[in-house]
């Protein structure tokens, strides 16, 4: 099975812009999670996505959104980007049930200037 | 809320040395534990898992950990670490039940296996 997919890999923004990532789940998984690596933060939960709608949703302001759509496939889009947003984004996707284990994506490297 | 502490930020050991990182988690609930591994320029691997049973897990690559439910703690261990094992490692937490997946992570304690 293809695992979890990320694109673009890696993505420059200037301050202001928007900017969105995609996220594919593994074949089969409806759960999809999202996190912001900083070193300065370390791992953060974003949001989670199942079936479509949003289960959980870390604290991040309004600028942070997301959606999944019928295929489990995820986007989340940050707006008004500001230079503190440069991050590692990863997705998660999880099998069905309630297994909690999560399958990590390679991320998406976002810079901000 | 709930956190999770890992005390070694940055540890540096010989191969065949014995490793073994903290993990501590805060929260009186029922909890699933974990431990994932970023090798450099890799993604997150799931490392091992507890949810319930028997508090001492094994994962892959050799690699344990103990559940002691009175300390909320979840230490990783390896006996002999080899250079290969030089990676980020981050304890994380859920909780057993909820309708989330959500993770809590640790800080992350980055290990340096010399050769």
């Known amino acids: 099975k293809a695992g979890v997919t990320q694109t673009p890999r890696y993505l420059i923004k200037t301050r202001g812009q928007q900017v969105t990532l995609s996220c594919s789940p593994i074949?089969?998984?409806?759960?999809v999670s999202w996190y912001q690596q900083t070193p300065g933060q370390g791992l953060q939960f974003l949001f989670e996505?199942?079936?479509?709608?949003?289960?959980n949703k870390g604290n991040f302001p309004g600028r942070f959104s997301g959606r999944q759509f019928s295929n489990s496939r995820s986007e989340m889009n940050v707006s008004t980007l500001e230079l503190g947003d440069s991050a590692l984004y990863l997705c998660?996707?999880?099998?069905?049930?309630?297994?909690?284990?999560?399958?990590f994506g390679p991320g998406t490297r976002l810079t901000v200037t | 809320a709930q956190s999770v502490s890992q005390h070694n930020h940055h540890v540096i050991l010989s191969e065949a040395a014995s490793l073994e990182l903290g993990c501590n988690y805060s929260?009186?609930?029922?909890?699933?534990l974990f431990w994932y591994v970023q090798y450099p320029g890799q993604h997150l691997q799931l490392l091992l898992k507890?949810?319930?049973?028997?508090?001492l897990v094994k994962g892959i690559k050799g690699f344990e950990a103990e559940f002691i439910k009175s300390k909320f703690s979840f230490n990783l261990r390896k006996p002999s670490v080899q250079w290969s094992d030089t990676a980020e490692y981050f304890c994380?937490?859920?909780?057993?039940?909820?309708?989330?997946?959500?993770?809590?992570f640790g800080t992350g304690t980055l290990l340096a296996v010399q050769p």
């Open positions: 998660a996707s999880s099998p069905p049930g309630q297994s909690y284990e999560q399958y």
């Open positions: 074949s089969g998984h409806r759960s």
């Open positions: 996505y199942f079936s479509e709608t949003q289960r």
């Open positions: 929260y009186g609930g029922t909890v699933n």
């Open positions: 507890y949810f319930s049973g028997d508090p």
């Open positions: 994380a937490v859920t909780l057993n039940g909820g309708a989330t997946n959500k993770l809590i």
